[in-house]
Nanobody, 124 residues
Framework: QVQLVESGGGLVQAGGSLRLSCAAS????????MGWFRQAPGKEREFVAR????????YYADSVNGRFTISRDNAKNTVYLQMNSLKPEDTAVYYC?????????????????WGKGTQVTVSS
């Protein structure tokens, strides 16, 4: 069973950048597709990005496509989310998650393992 711990959140001005990391332990990291989700106060958890086991395929929500980049380093058991051109509406708690599904899935229920999240706040 894999455990996930996110880091790298913080406060940034609009237009700025942050890089989130998610370190995995307790499982075979390369056997999981990885995703990033976010949840703003009063809103449902929403999909942000997904990366395949090898890192060769990525998929993004329309709201972040072109601004965010998901990547992974299987040797370091870590997945990253590089966030550029941040907007106030990107403010949320960001979660990484692991999925055993081989198809591109964007709903939280398809991801069986979750970290506790890291807060990202973008000021205007």
């Amino acid at each position: 069973q894999v455990q996930l711990v996110e880091s790298g959140g913080g406060l940034v001005q609009a237009g700025g950048s942050l890089r989130l990391s998610c370190a995995a332990s307790g499982g075979t990291f390369s056997s999981y597709a990885m995703g990033w989700f976010r949840q703003a106060p009063g809103k449902e958890r929403e999909f942000v990005a997904r990366i395949s086991r090898s890192g060769g395929t990525t998929y993004y929500a329309d709201s972040v496509n072109g601004r965010f980049t998901i990547s992974r380093d299987n040797a370091k058991n870590t997945v990253y989310l590089q966030m550029n051109s941040l907007k106030p509406e990107d403010t949320a708690v960001y979660y990484c998650a692991a999925s055993t599904r081989y198809t591109v899935v964007t709903t939280p229920r398809e991801y069986g393992y979750w970290g506790k999240g890291t807060q990202v706040t973008v000021s205007s």
